[in-house]
T-cell receptor, first 115, second 114 residues
Framework: AQSVTQLGSHVSVSEGALVLLRCNYS??????LFWYVQYPNQGLQLLLK??????LVKGINGFEAVFKKSETSFHLTKPSAHMSDAAEYFC?????????????FGAGTRLFVKA | EPEVTQTPSHQVTQMGQEVILRCVPI?????FYWYRQILGQKVEFLVS????????KSEIFDDQFSVERPDGSNFTLKIRSTKLEDSAMYFC????????????FGQGTRLTVV
């Protein structure tokens, strides 16, 4: 069975500081991994995805993530936080099966950015 | 860029009423999904649908729920006899012609049961 663990339900950083949101996954087969961002009362926006190509994945808004198979991790980073990055971030894992492409989400990490 | 469209964006209904949430998946996609997010919680898988039948469902997806693809473009989630605890954001998603493409999510329908 697949699962996702996001370490830290809340992360607070100062504007301009490094953002690091942690995600560990469990999957019996090579997974597809995703980071989504959700602003208050809005839908899910895909930040980036890993689909077994390069282990360093670059996404939108300056975010990137590194897939480390040995650590079963897919941590999200951004070199310099901006106030507009304050949101909820979800790590997700999925794999293809006969039912299609079921996605399992982590519990989410709320990012606070201090001025 | 093609996108998944959900209507309405907000729905308020009285407890015990039936609601239908509507989705228009990306046009050449074959797999369709519904997810639910209770306020402040994570996104949970409800059901996947392929070739006009449910291919997988979670324990949340009980007899109160049903899905349908009534025509070539819409995908609906029906909730019968709504309960207060059905209040949530409901996301529709679709994925492509093979099992190896990711799912694309709609912007969600916020359902409030009063």
């Amino acid at each position: 069975a697949q699962s996702v663990t996001q370490l830290g339900s809340h992360v607070s950083v100062s504007e301009g500081a490094l953002v690091l949101l942690r995600c560990n996954y469990s999957s019996s087969v090579p997974p597809y991994l995703f980071w989504y961002v959700q602003y208050p009362n809005q839908g899910l926006q895909l930040l980036l995805k890993y689909t077994s190509a390069a282990t360093l994945v670059k996404g939108i808004n300056g975010f990137e993530a590194v897939f480390k198979k040995s650590e079963t991790s897919f941590h999200l980073t951004k070199p310099s936080a901006h106030m507009s990055d304050a949101a909820e971030y979800f790590c997700a894992v999925s794999r293809a099966n006969t039912g299609g492409f079921k996605t399992i989400f982590g519990a989410g990490t709320r990012l606070f950015v201090k001025a | 860029e093609p996108e998944v469209t959900q209507t309405p964006s907000h729905q308020v209904t009285q407890m015990g009423q039936e609601v239908i949430l509507r989705c228009v998946p990306i046009s050449n996609h074959l797999y369709f999904y519904w997810y639910r997010q209770i306020l402040g919680q994570k996104v949970e898988f409800l059901v996947s649908f392929y070739n006009n039948e449910i291919s997988e469902k979670s324990e949340i997806f009980d007899d109160q729920f049903s899905v349908e693809r009534p025509d070539g473009s819409n995908f609906t989630l029906k909730i019968r006899s709504t309960k207060l605890e059905d209040s949530a954001m409901y996301f529709c998603a679709s994925s492509g012609r093979t099992q190896n493409t990711e799912a694309f999510f709609g912007q969600g329908t916020r359902l409030t049961v009063v």
